[in-house]
Nanobody, 127 residues
Framework: QVQLVESGGGSVQAGGSLRLSCAAS????????MGWFRQAPGKEREFVAA????????YYSDSVKGRFTISRDNAKNTLYLQMNALKPEDTAVYYC????????????????????WGLGTQVTVSS
């Protein structure tokens, strides 16, 4: 199995940027498809982005497309989420997740696809 630890969260003004990291340990990182999710206060956790094992393909929610970029460095066992042009509605706890499943990347918005989760990192965007 894999253990996931997120970092890089913080407070930023609208229009600013943050880069989140997710450090993985345990089983070989490159054997997992990876995703980012977020949960805002009083709301359900929602999909943000996903990436294939070799980083060659990515998939985003419409709410972040064009502003966020998911990437990974398999040599460093680390997943990233570069967040630009942040908005107050991006305020949430951000979670990384790992999946051992194969198939279409477009189903990776489903939380049921992921078997491993980090504890999250808080992102707060002020107006």
């Amino acid at each position: 199995q894999v253990q996931l630890v997120e970092s890089g969260g913080g407070s930023v003004q609208a229009g600013g940027s943050l880069r989140l990291s997710c450090a993985a340990s345990g089983r070989t990182f490159s054997s997992y498809r990876m995703g980012w999710f977020r949960q805002a206060p009083g709301k359900e956790r929602e999909f943000v982005a996903a990436i294939t094992r070799n980083g060659g393909n990515t998939y985003y929610s419409d709410s972040v497309k064009g502003r966020f970029t998911i990437s990974r460095d398999n040599a460093k066992n680390t997943l990233y989420l570069q967040m630009n042009a942040l908005k107050p509605e991006d305020t949430a706890v951000y979670y990384c997740a790992a999946s051992v499943l194969w198939g279409a990347l477009t189903v990776m918005y489903r939380q049921s696809q992921y078997g491993y989760w980090g504890l999250g990192t808080q992102v707060t965007v002020s107006s």
